[in-house]
Every structure is written in structure tokens, then in C-alpha cells.
């Protein structure tokens, strides 16, 4: 990276750290502290919710995603929208009327304590454990990129954000990732633009699409049928995405505290409303336009040298290994498909518009047959890879997007899609750790202190257990390298979750009859059941969320004819 | 269990709730002519 760059990478992150603190100011009590007052208006709400969501793995991993698997991970949000719907029918009402800190205390009101504690108690493992990795995904980038120390890459980029989240609460949480992710979104865009525009004369936009649709990228909408019927472990199709996706996004947003934490901040139910209807509109168009990066840069990569495997440090471990000898033919032998590309693509401008399709057709099929010679070498590197015992670095869909960036974005924009993923990575994260420690505080605590506390105290702690939590998820981070694509290592941690939380919501909200005994064994029973369907079958991930929910509302129907007890 | 507060430009929430599935609906039916257009 040149110094300009890290002019702009320093100036940029530097300053969302002054920001923070200078929006630090909150009313010393846990309502100051956890939820901005409740002073919020929607467009802020809106902004905190996208912010917490899209984190640096997102715009990391997203264009990747595309890039290999094409565009049809977007059909995961489908599900997104109508959430926001039954959250705002449903969820919100009940939240805003009994003034609540966390979604947990309510359990405890509906059911009792032990069902709130074991949620609370998920909630607090599943996010430490999401949030770590969270922290985990903007280091790679330096580390890969600088060659630093992946530990203390860690170390430090964790301890940056902590500043302004300890010091400001909820309120600086919020300001911060308002900035943050306009500069994100900005910055995306500008990448976007550039990737078009380095394009050879001749190809714009719409030939890019074609270039990648022949690929067999642009496959939006997936029914996920088969010859054999509809295929279970098919990862994303519509009906995955939209009923899968609804349940996943319906817990998130309804029972996760990270996001619960931030609309409860709005100053009315009707700024909490439109912040999720509002998050339910423009959150599919925006994860598009972030995958359409991807499929621009497999269209960009079809005219210029593609790296075999876009993460440099295994490729260096093979290079003084039993297996150096294997990889220099491998790499002869794509050096050989890369100067065929280069012959079959330079006709390739002068054809894509014109009227005979059948040249056109021609050589994109030749040009699909040696990306499809490309992916099975990719495949040949990752078992290398595998074989010489790397067994964490075999995925280098993380890369991709970065490794573009650094080759061949201008200077100074190469710093600012830094600060871009740094900044998406704080957004989130800082409210993660807000939310883990009002969840501590609230949940906990306060539930078992029998000692008379006073708003002075109870801010400090609340302050400590921020501190605490980001220390915490620093040490998960260093763990963390082993994931492979960071994206669906998060959302598979929280599919093993989620569904039976939003399970015992349901329940609190839709069947007054179930009481605590019933609904907290269902809970268990239920999560058991979940875990068991992840190691030993092969369903798709998304489908958990929903076999979880459904799973908790059936068996506490059933165990409550067992369970005798006086109203809760 | 419904709010008292007007929401902005329709009467009742009802119409947000109507106007979030639609865009959703146009948005598949985009996604739909894309794959078809670009496949």
C-alpha cells in the first residue's frame, strides 16, 4: 500500500474515532447509556439497524460469494421484508408498551426466570461467539495484506473500536454507524464505477452481465428442483431464502438484543416502525448491488490475469513444500489457459454487440469452458492445500474482492476500501458490544445483585462489561482463522440458535395458554434437536432456523398436557 | 395491538405493510428477468 493510501486509511478511521467520542455524551444511567434515552428518530433507527447487520464480512465476503457461486445469494434476504412486517405488527407493540431494556426481561414477565436466563444465555454465546469472528474478518486484511502478525493485527484492531463504545453507549453506537455507513456505502459505489470503467473499450455494464451470465453467475432466482425433485441441501433458492430466510431474519431482528437494542433507542413505536419497515425496503437492492461487485470483477478478470487462488500465504507454503514441484505445473498449466483467454477475449469486444449470435454464442461458450478448466485447477490447489496440512486456508473466497482492490484499484481508493471494510466492521461489532453488555447488565446482574445500586454505578459497570465483552470477543477472534468463508461461519452459528429463541417468542406471543415449565424444555429439547440436524444430516443451514422455531412451538403445545401449574 | 400514532403518508400501517410486499414482489419478479435475461 502507498502513503497515500494510508492517508486515507488513518484519516478516515481516526476520525469516526474522534466522532465517536465526541458523541460520547450520554445521560449517566442505563437508559442514557443502553438506549440513547430512547431519543431516536427513524432515519437513525434505520441506519443502526443496516449498520449492526452488514458487517466487515458482508462487503468481504458477499463479492467473493458471487464471484464463485454467483449471484444467488441474495435470495437469502427474501425472507428479510416480511419480517420487518410481523416485527412491526407483532413484536414492537409489546416491546415499546412495557418499556423494556432487553427482548429477555419480557420472558421473564410472560414465562419466568429460568426460560429468560437460558435465552439470555444463548443470545450472550451465540453473539460473543458471531462477534469475534467479526473482529477476525477486517484483520485478515492486514495481516494478508501487510504481512503483519494475524494476533496482533487483532489485538489492535479490536482495541480501536472499544474507545468510543465504552466511553459512548448506545448513543455514540448509533452516530458512528451513521457516518460509517455512508462512507461504506460511498465507497462501495465508487469500487463498482471503477470496475466498469477499467473495462476494455468496448465492453460496458450490460456486456459484463453477459460475460458473467455465461458463466453461470447470473443466477438470481434459483428453484432449487432438480431432476431427482427438490434438493434439501441446496444452500440458497428462493423457497430456501424466502421461509428460511423469514425465520432467520424474524429471529435476528425480533429476539437478537444487537438489533432489538438498537430500535428500542427510537423515541416513539412509530420511529421504531418505520426505521424496520424502511430496513425491509432497501436492504435487498442494497446486498445486490454488493454482489453485483463480484460478478463485474469475474467479467474484469475474464480480460486481465486472474491469481490461481486469490490468497497469496498457502500458495507461499506450497512453494517450499513436498508439493512445489505439482504447483509449477499447475501454474504452467494456467498460465497456458490464461493466454488462451487472452487470444479468445480480444475478439470478444467486437462481437458481444453485435447482431450475429452465433459468433457471440461461440465464444462465450469457449470462454465458459476454460473458466470451467480455471475452477477445476482452483479445486487441484485447495486439495494441495488440504494435503500440506493448511487445513483452514483451502477457501479463499474472503480474498477475492481484497485481493482485486490491491492489485488494481487507483491509489487512494485502495485506502478508502480499507476503511470501508474496517468501518463496516465496527458499526457492527460496536453494537454487538453494546448489546452483550446491556444483556450482562440487565439480564444478569441487576437480576441477581441484591445490593442497592445507585445510576452512577450501574453506568461505570455497564461501562466495564462493554470493556469486558470486547476482550472477550478479541480472544474468540484469535480462534477464529479456521472458518473458512466468514459469511456463513456467522450465519450457521446463528442458525443453531436463533430458530429456538424465536421459538419461545412465538410462544410468549401467540399461545397464552404455555407456561414457563413447558416452553423452557421445548426450548432445550428443541435446541438439541437443531444441533443434532447440523452434524448429522445434510440439510441446508437456512432450513434450521425454521426446523427450530417450529420445533419449540410443537413440543411446548405437547409438554404443557404434561405439565400441571398454576398460571405464570 | 395497533398503533395510535398516524405513520407518515397512509392512514393506517396497513398500507406500509402492503407497500413493503410489493416492492418485495417486483423485486423477485426483477430478480426473475435478470436470471432469464443474463443465463
Not at chain 1, 466468514?486 to 404455555?514: D, P, Q, R, T
Amino acid at each position: 500500500m502507498r502513503w497515500e493510501d494510508w492517508l486515507v486509511l488513518i484519516i478516515t478511521l481516526a476520525g469516526i474515532i474522534a466522532y465517536g467520542i465526541y458523541r460520547s455524551a450520554s445521560t449517566r444511567n442505563l437508559e442514557g447509556y443502553f438506549l440513547s434515552n430512547r431519543e431516536m428518530p427513524w432515519y437513525l433507527v434505520l441506519l443502526s439497524v443496516m449498520g449492526t447487520q452488514a458487517s466487515a464480512i458482508t462487503f468481504l465476503s458477499a463479492p467473493g460469494q458471487a464471484y464463485t457461486d454467483g449471484m444467488r445469494f441474495v435470495q437469502y434476504y427474501l425472507g428479510l421484508p416480511m419480517a420487518m412486517i410481523v416485527i412491526s405488527m407483532g413484536f414492537l407493540p409489546i416491546f415499546h408498551k412495557l418499556r423494556l431494556f432487553t427482548a429477555y426481561e419480557f420472558l421473564e414477565q410472560r414465562f419466568d426466570h429460568k426460560t429468560r436466563l437460558f435465552i439470555s444465555f444463548i443470545f450472550l454465546l451465540s453473539r460473543g461467539l458471531s462477534t469475534g469472528i467479526s473482529v477476525y474478518a477486517p484483520s485478515i486484511i492486514l495481516s494478508s495484506l501487510l504481512g503483519w502478525n494475524i494476533y496482533w493485527t487483532i489485538v489492535v484492531m479490536g482495541g480501536l473500536l472499544i474507545i468510543y463504545t465504552v466511553s459512548g453507549g448506545a448513543r455514540a453506537v448509533a452516530y458512528t454507524q451513521q457516518l460509517q455507513l455512508i462512507i461504506v456505502l460511498g465507497g462501495m459505489l465508487v469500487s463498482g464505477y471503477t470496475v466498469v470503467h477499467m473495462l476494455p473499450e468496448g465492453v460496458g455494464f450490460r456486456d459484463a452481465l453477459e460475460i458473467s451470465g455465461s458463466l453461470g453467475k447470473m443466477n438470481v432466482i434459483t428453484s432449487g428442483f432438480t431432476e431427482k425433485g427438490f434438493d434439501w441441501t441446496d444452500r440458497y433458492n428462493i423457497f430456501s431464502g424466502i421461509i428460511g430466510g423469514f425465520f432467520l431474519a424474524l429471529s435476528y431482528f425480533g429476539t437478537d438484543q444487537s438489533q432489538v437494542g438498537r430500535y428500542l433507542t427510537a423515541s416513539s413505536i412509530r420511529e421504531s416502525r418505520m426505521g424496520l419497515l424502511m430496513n425491509g425496503i432497501v436492504k435487498i437492492p442494497m446486498q445486490f448491488l454488493i454482489l453485483l461487485i463480484g460478478v463485474l470483477v469475474l467479467a474484469f478478470y475474464q480480460f486481465n490475469p486472474s491469481p490461481l487462488f486469490f490468497n497469496k500465504a498457502p500458495i507461499e507454503k506450497l512453494r517450499s513444500s513436498a508439493y512445489a514441484d505439482s504447483l509449477r505445473t499447475l501454474e504452467s498449466k494456467h498460465e497456458e489457459v490464461i493466454g488462451e483467454k487472452r487470444h479468445l477475449v480480444a475478439a470478444l469486444p467486437g462481437v458481444l454487440r453485435s447482431a450475429e449470435t452465433g459468433m457471440k454464442d461461440s465464444l462465450l461458450g469457449q470462454l465458459s469452458a476454460l473458466h470451467e478448466k480455471e475452477n477445476g485447477m482452483r479445486r487441484e490447489i485447495r486439495k494441495m492445500i488440504l494435503a500440506n496440512g493448511a487445513r483452514s486456508e483451502d477457501n479463499d473466497t474472503n480474498y477475492i474482492f481484497l485481493r482485486f482492490v490491491v492489485d488494481y484499484l487507483p491509489v487512494g481508493l485502495v485506502g478508502l476500501l480499507i476503511a470501508v471494510i474496517f468501518l463496516a466492521a465496527w458499526g457492527s461489532i460496536a453494537a454487538a458490544l453494546n448489546s452483550l453488555a446491556s444483556s450482562t447488565m440487565i439480564d444478569f446482574h441487576k437480576r441477581f445483585s441484591a445490593a442497592v445500586r445507585n445510576d452512577e454505578n450501574d453506568y461505570r459497570l455497564s461501562k466495564l462489561y462493554t470493556l469486558g465483552w470486547g476482550v472477550f470477543c478479541i480472544i474468540v477472534a484469535q480462534f477464529a482463522t479456521g472458518m473458512g468463508s466468514l459469511i456463513e461461519a456467522v450465519n450457521v452459528l446463528g442458525s443453531w440458535f436463533y430458530g429456538v429463541m424465536l421459538g419461545v417468542f412465538l410462544v410468549a406471543f401467540y399461545l397464552k395458554h404455555i407456561r414457563g415449565n413447558a416452553v423452557f424444555w421445548a426450548a432445550i429439547l428443541g435446541e438439541v434437536l437443531v444441533i443434532s440436524m447440523y452434524w448429522f444430516t445434510s440439510v441446508g443451514w437456512l432450513w434450521l432456523n425454521a426446523v427450530g422455531a417450529i420445533a419449540v412451538v410443537l413440543l411446548a403445545t405437547i409438554l404443557q398436557f404434561f405439565f400441571k401449574e398454576s398460571k405464570t | 395491538m395497533e398503533n395510535p400514532e398516524k405513520p407518515p403518508l397512509f392512514a393506517t400501517w396497513k398500507g406500509w405493510y402492503l407497500l413493503v410486499l410489493a416492492i418485495l414482489l417486483a423485486e423477485i419478479v426483477f430478480f426473475y428477468l435478470i436470471t432469464k435475461a443474463f443465463q
